[in-house]
C-alpha cells in the first residue's frame, strides 16, 4: 500500500465515519473498486483506532461525566438504583453492550473472513 492509498482511505474512514453508511465496508470496497490491494484487518483496524480516539477526545466531557456516574453507581451501596439521568444511562450502556459482546465473540472468526468480501458488502 502506498502513502497516497492510505492518506485516501484515512478520509474515507473521516468523512464516512459521521454517516448513516458504514465505514468498514467502504474501506474495503475503494480498494476493491480502484484495483488496490486489500491493506487488511490490521490496517483499517488502526483507522477505526484513530477514529476512536478523536471521538472519545470530542466527547471527552461526557465520557468523564459518565465515568463519574459510574463510580458513583458502584460505590453506592444502593445496589445498582440509578438516582441521575447519567446514571441510568451507564446502566443502559452496559446492558446495551452485552448482546454486541456476545455476538461479537461467537461470530468473531466467521466475521472475520466473510465480512471482508465485496461481494457480500
Same mark, same amino acid.
Do not use: M
Given at each position: 500500500m502506498?502513502l497516497?492509498?492510505?492518506?485516501?482511505?484515512?478520509?474515507?474512514?473521516?468523512?464516512?465515519?459521521?454517516?448513516?453508511? =458504514? =465505514?468498514s465496508?467502504?474501506?474495503?470496497?475503494?480498494?476493491?473498486?480502484?484495483?488496490?490491494?486489500?491493506?487488511?484487518? =490490521?490496517?483499517?483496524?488502526?483507522?477505526?483506532?484513530?477514529?476512536?480516539?478523536?471521538?472519545?477526545?470530542?466527547?471527552?466531557?461526557?465520557?468523564?461525566?459518565?465515568?463519574?456516574?459510574?463510580?458513583?453507581?458502584? =460505590?453506592?451501596?444502593?445496589?445498582?438504583?440509578?438516582?441521575?439521568?447519567?446514571?441510568?444511562?451507564?446502566?443502559?450502556?452496559?446492558?446495551?453492550?452485552?448482546?454486541?459482546?456476545?455476538?461479537?465473540?461467537?461470530?468473531?472468526?466467521?466475521?472475520?473472513?466473510a465480512?471482508?468480501?465485496?461481494?457480500?458488502?
Open positions: 502506498t497516497f492509498h492510505a492518506i485516501v482511505l484515512g478520509l474515507v474512514q473521516g468523512l464516512g465515519e459521521f454517516l448513516p453508511i =458504514s =465505514s465496508a467502504h474501506l474495503i470496497l475503494v480498494p476493491w473498486a480502484f484495483g488496490w490491494p486489500d491493506p487488511g484487518l =490490521s490496517f483499517d483496524v488502526a483507522l477505526h483506532v484513530g477514529t476512536l480516539a478523536a471521538v472519545a477526545w470530542y466527547f471527552r466531557r461526557e465520557w468523564v461525566r459518565l465515568a463519574r456516574a459510574a463510580v458513583t453507581l458502584a =460505590s453506592s451501596g444502593g445496589g445498582g438504583r440509578a438516582r441521575t439521568a447519567d446514571e441510568r444511562l451507564v446502566i443502559f450502556l452496559v446492558i446495551a453492550t452485552v448482546p454486541g459482546a456476545i455476538g461479537g465473540k461467537l461470530l468473531e472468526h466467521a466475521a472475520e473472513a465480512f471482508r468480501a465485496p461481494l457480500l458488502i
